[in-house]
């Protein structure tokens, strides 16, 4: 029933741009913390940002140095990030992660996201 689909991930160059794109279903999106986390290979997943349920307060992982916008639309039930300026290091898989409390978090299957000359 609960689904985290992500998308917009792909190949582009260093400094340029890419939005993400995280689709919701199947549980009650606007009472939900969303977040974005990425995962390099042979390194352990690491939170990127997140965006509360109510009033939409941001935060953003030190290492992003402002580079990076969350948003989410409950309407539309969709979180997005915008990635700017991007860099080799930031090459990951990109996981949408929706969480209420402790016992009630969901994960999407992640989107590719490779910076490359």
């Known amino acids: 029933q609960v689904q985290l689909v992500e998308s917009g991930g792909g190949l582009v160059q260093p400094g340029g741009s890419l939005r993400l794109f995280c689709a919701a279903s199947?549980?009650?999106?606007?009472?939900?913390?969303m977040s974005w986390y990425r995962q390099a290979p042979g390194k352990e997943r690491e939170l990127v940002a997140s965006i509360t349920s109510a009033g939409g307060n941001a935060n953003y992982a030190n290492s992003m140095k402002g580079r990076f916008t969350i948003s989410r639309d409950d309407a539309k039930r969709t979180v997005l990030l915008q990635m700017n300026s991007l860099k080799p290091e930031d090459t990951a898989v990109y996981y949408c992660?929706?969480?209420?409390?402790?016992?009630?978090?969901?994960w999407g299957q992640g989107t590719q996201v490779t910076v490359s000359s």
């Open positions: 199947g549980f009650t999106f606007s009472t939900y913390v």
């Open positions: 992660n929706a969480r209420r409390d402790i016992l009630h978090s969901h």
